[in-house]
């Protein structure tokens, strides 16, 4: 099915950057923050987005304004030279709210909670691995079914070819909204020097530069988007609904405190949302698909790395 195969899609791209970041992390303990400039990747983060409204090109004189918001914690488990276990929880809250849209009524608050469990170790100086459980919930949570329950699994390895080029491999398993999907997993990094740090992965790019150990700027795109199983406020009954857009900004990080080992990142990035569209279905019929129109977004927050 389409959407399910959207938003499996869209749950794998979300694993997309600690993939390519996975030689990053696993290195970070042999390389000073001086020597390496561009940082590891985010361990826990907290943020808020907001973006402009739009219309729904299919629904005369609709639109819709989607804002979003989540934390990512983990904690802790086991920790030797070679290896680290973690576990901990996601959290994210998006909230649509529609104007003279009799589909979808006034507003939605939907949510994605999921726990992830996560493992990594180093064979040697070149080959590493990370393995992902993360079983959660996409829903509303005002009538949970079925489909509603979720899990992803990721088995990835990489390999650093040079000091300056590294690559990720593996498979990605998930099973949401009812539909499961396989595909693979894999990434490359390029870092031409200390300060600059490029990532490629279809459908996600991203280009890094750290200018000082501090201070990060980034230019990214990628997919955005989620998929839920809601409750139609007219009927009781449980739908699904597909968000999907596209993202292309530039951001900037800046570290404004330490704590331990642990460095406190703020960061702020803004761009352009395109390709979007929604699309709510009841089983395999689908009741409504539409486009919409182009807009912005910003967001901002605070990131935890180690």
């Known amino acids: 099915m389409k959407a399910n195969s959207t938003i499996s899609k869209f749950v794998w791209v979300l694993l997309l ?32 987005l907001w973006s402009t409204r739009t219309d729904l090109e299919s629904v005369a004189g609709a639109t819709l304004q989607v804002q979003e918001a989540g934390f990512k914690a983990p904690v802790p488990v086991f920790s030797n030279e070679r290896s680290r276990l973690t576990a901990g929880m996601q ?14 009524g006034d507003s939605l608050d939907l949510y994605r909670l999921q726990l992830p469990i996560d493992f990594w170790h180093s064979f040697d100086d070149r080959w590493k691995a990370w393995g992902r459980v ?18 992803t699994v990721l088995a990835v390895g990489s390999y650093q070819f040079t000091a300056q080029f590294s690559a990720a491999f593996g498979v990605y398993y998930s099973r949401d909204l009812g539909e499961d999907r ?12 200390p300060h600059w740090n490029v990532g ?9 530069y750290a200018p000082t150990p501090t201070w990060l700027v980034s230019a990214f795109a990628g997919p955005g988007g989620a998929g839920w199983s809601v409750t139609d406020s007219a009927t009781g009954e449980n739908r699904r609904l597909n968000y999907k857009s596209w993202r292309a900004a530039i951001g900037a990080e800046y570290q404004f405190a330490k704590a331990g080992p642990a460095t406190i990142w703020a960061f702020l990035a803004g761009g352009y949302e395109f390709g979007q569209e929604m699309e709510l279905k009841d089983g395999d019929t689908t ?17 935890v790395r180690f």
């Open 91 to 104: 959290l994210r809250w998006n909230g649509l709210d529609f104007e003279r849209s009799p589909t979808f």
């Open 287 to 303: 009741l409504l698909k539409t486009d919409l129109q182009d807009g912005q977004f910003v967001t901002g927050g605070i990131r």
């Open 17 to 48: 950057p600690a993939i390519l970041a996975l030689p990053l992390a696993l290195n970070a303990a042999e390389e000073p923050t001086e020597e390496r400039f561009i940082p590891n990747y985010a361990a826990g983060d907290v943020y808020y």
């Open 134 to 151: 993360e079983p959660g919930l996409f829903t509303d949570f005002e009538n949970i079914d079925g489909d509603a329950f979720a899990v």
């Open 182 to 193: 396989v595909l693979p997993a894999l990434g490359v990094i390029w870092k031409p020097d």
């Open 200 to 208: 490629l992965t279809f459908p996600r790019a991203s280009v890094s």
